[in-house]
């Protein structure tokens, strides 16, 4: 199956900063490129998403970029807030399943 | 819209017993459902993607015999855990895939399962 790399795998910012956090993937048939936000003992929650056809896409604070060239995407969240703070994980879709990266704990101090 | 829950949220259960969770699509029909599983603070892992009415395709490394599924309907995929083990311990969570959306799957809340 596909391989996704997420980095890092912890993040600390100052509220009211900026994050990135950043997604590999192997297979340059993967197609659709969710971000999903999940806190403690909860389901994942879809906070963005990309398809292979787009290469930005921007939702308020958080934005999305796709390079399918070198096969890598982005997640941007500006202007950071405490209730940011989660574990966030990217998956790369490619026949309909998905797989994710390693999460990174994001971590927005007041 | 899109809702997809699963039962139970939480279940224990003793080494060599076999469990089943449910998972179901409330609000729309789920042509494919998957499952995947997660360990504390690490990723959801891919386990296997359920078709309604056909055989389940499992991932490389994930026993087909010891977790089978069935997707007897278009909202109802279900996953037993058979002859469980204590390292079968773990967050299970299931997502569905909606027949008109090409993309997105909406996933269910989980169950935790602990075997003791």
């Known amino acids: 199956g596909e391989n996704v790399e997420q980095h890092p795998s912890t993040l600390s910012v100052q509220e009211g900063d900026s994050a990135v956090i950043k997604c590999t993937y192997s297979d340059s048939a993967s197609n659709y490129f969710p971000w999903y936000k999940q806190e403690l003992g909860k389901r994942p929650q879809l906070i963005i998403d990309?398809?292979?056809?787009?290469g930005e896409k921007k939702d308020q604070r958080i934005a999305v970029t796709l390079n399918k060239t070198a096969k890598h995407f982005s997640l941007h969240i500006t202007e950071t807030q405490p209730e940011d703070s989660a574990v966030y994980f990217c998956a790369a879709s490619i026949f309909n399943k998905f797989y994710f990266g390693s999460g990174t704990k994001l971590n927005v101090k007041p | 819209g899109a809702v997809v829950s699963q039962h139970p949220s939480w279940v224990i259960c003793k080494s060599g017993t076999s469990v089943k969770i449910e998972c179901r699509s409330l609000?729309?029909?789920?042509?494919?459902m998957f499952w995947y599983r997660q360990f504390p603070k690490q990723s959801l892992m891919l386990m296997a993607t359920?078709?309604?009415?056909?055989?389940?395709?499992?991932e490389q490394g994930v026993e087909k015999d010891k977790f089978l599924i069935n997707h007897a309907s278009l909202t109802l995929s279900t996953l037993t855990v058979t002859s469980a083990h204590p390292e079968d311990s773990s967050f299970y969570i299931c997502?569905?895939?909606?027949?008109?959306?090409?993309?997105?799957?909406?996933f269910g809340p989980g169950t935790r399962l602990t075997v003791t």
């Open positions: 609000d729309f029909q789920a042509t494919t």
């Open positions: 359920s078709n309604e009415g056909s055989k389940a395709t499992y």
């Open positions: 997502s569905a895939r909606d027949r008109g959306s090409p993309y997105e799957q909406y």
């Open positions: 990309i398809r292979s056809n787009v």
